[in-house]
């Protein structure tokens, strides 16, 4: 484009500001760039939508279609005209953060967040606390953070709200998780009478009514903060063998003919009841539809992560599920090359097009055990835009060709849009993640 071209900016949004930032909200974007002529220097670019976050999505794109030319020293658009019609994939895209391994100050959190709009990413889920420490304020139950690793290592109530409104603001949910009644070892440093016993600190204790109210001021805390459909109830990985050690548990257990797996039901079902008096979706980890499947609210979401054919076995039950198979979608897995992070289809098994529906996304995850500040950002990108291109794009259009020659060279041009973004993404071709380039060379080429 000549570098005398000039652009008139066109935005034309319906219905913007009556539309809530809710799953299913309409991301689709109609854009049109002109192209100049020899009888005008001035050209137009128009951005259609029905929504705020549609326009958001188009106003990206448009953003990477323009680029600083060195010559001229202007900026030009790429290849105009261009004409794109264009909408998500999957209404759920997301991108799990861990707070309780490592703590992420608010800044970083930010960055994150301002990294998934790049790459249109539409929900933050913030795995808050886990059994290592529990840094949030919980007005209700004030000595929770007394869980933090230390007291300047905690997120306050306004701290939350603010990360929450900030992602609005890019058109990014905020799903918050409460992993219960496993993962939940840190909740006994502020209230000892949450473990069954001192050597039996999780899951926490099932016989107790001050268990459920304690959870239930937490909810009632955190919807004020939270306003997003789902709310994450975790339930995986719960180890009952200290329930059946435990004098006071194991007499409960007798008293109502209960195993230990019939109580660890009872604990996430009444969890989920919970979470549903506050008007909250329970999202639930596969472990319980494994468990007891046919027994979970039939509202409930089921996020895969361990078994590759969760999803199918869910949606053919009639739940909703979310795709983070660990294999390739989980981050801090620093040996998942991005080619097999691209090839990863969240669909896979499932013909019938009604359960495909069921199928409302999938997630990529930044577990921390091994990340923090030092290195977050370049191990989740740029392997987690691969996944967000097969998140957003249409089966076909991910699928087909010579990934090497369609796909890695958009993976090169968007790490390195990233790094000029101020966002420290790790060379693409790495065969361990994260790590710095082996040896010169260009941005583009690594």
């Known amino acids: 484009m000549n570098p005398s071209f000039k652009i008139w900016f066109i935005l034309v949004c319906f219905f913007c500001f009556n539309v809530q930032l809710q799953l299913g909200v309409d991301e689709g974007y109609t854009l049109m760039v002109s192209k100049n002529n020899e009888l005008s220097i001035v050209g137009a670019a128009t951005i259609e939508a029905n929504t705020v976050y549609g326009a958001l999505r188009g106003l990206e794109t448009f953003s990477q279609l323009c680029a600083f030319d060195y010559l001229t020293k202007s900026v030009q658009i790429y290849k105009a005209p261009w ?6 994939r999957f209404q759920y895209r997301g991108l799990l953060i861990d707070t309780s391994r490592h703590f992420l100050p608010v800044d970083v959190i930010k960055q994150i967040i301002e990294s998934m709009s790049f790459a249109k990413l539409n929900v933050l889920h913030w795995h808050i606390v886990d059994e290592q420490s ?41 799903m918050a998780e409460l992993d219960v009644p496993g993962h939940a070892e840190s909740w006994g440093t502020g209230y ?39 709310f994450h109830l975790g339930g995986d ?8 050690n435990t004098t006071h ?27 549903i008096s506050k008007n909250w979706t329970p999202v639930n980890w596969e472990e319980t539809f494994s468990s007891f499947g046919k027994d979970l609210d039939p509202r409930t979401v089921v996020q895969n992560w361990l078994v590759s054919d969760i999803c199918q076995k869910a949606v053919a039950k009639g739940f909703r599920c979310i795709f983070s198979n660990q294999g390739y979608w989980y981050l801090d897995h620093l040996d998942v090359p991005w080619d097999q992070v691209y090839n990863t289809e969240p669909l896979n098994g499932i013909h019938n097009p009604s359960q495909q529906k069921l199928v409302i996304g999938g997630e990529v995850c930044m577990w921390g055990e091994t990340a923090d500040t030092s290195v977050v950002l370049q191990t989740i990108w740029p392997r987690a835009a691969a996944a967000a291109e097969r998140m957003w794009s249409t089966r076909e259009a991910v699928s087909k060709g010579n990934i090497t020659l369609t796909a890695l060279p958009r993976l090169h041009y968007f790490r390195c849009l990233l790094n000029n973004r101020g966002v420290p993404a790790a060379p693409v071709d790495n065969w361990y993640a994260r790590r710095p380039p082996s040896g010169p060379g260009s941005c583009y080429a690594q």
């Open 249 to 275: 548990v194991k007499e409960w257990l007798q008293g109502r003919n209960f195993t230990s797996k019939d109580a660890y039901k009872y604990f996430v079902l009444r969890a989920q009841q919970i979470a």
């Open 237 to 244: 990985e719960v180890n009952t063998d200290c329930w059946k």
């Open 192 to 230: 000892p009478d949450l473990w069954p016993s001192p050597s039996c600190r999780e899951p926490l204790d099932v016989t107790k009514n001050l268990t459920f109210d304690v959870i239930s001021g937490i909810l009632a805390d955190m919807r004020k903060i939270f306003p997003f459909e789902f």
């Open 83 to 88: 004409f794109i019609q264009d909408k998500p």
């Open 134 to 174: 529990f840094p949030f304020e919980t007005p209700t139950y004030p000595n929770l953070w007394k869980g933090a690793y230390s007291r300047w290592e905690r997120y306050t109530v306004e701290d939350a709200s603010e990360i929450v409104r900030f992602a609005k603001m890019r058109g990014i949910n905020v």
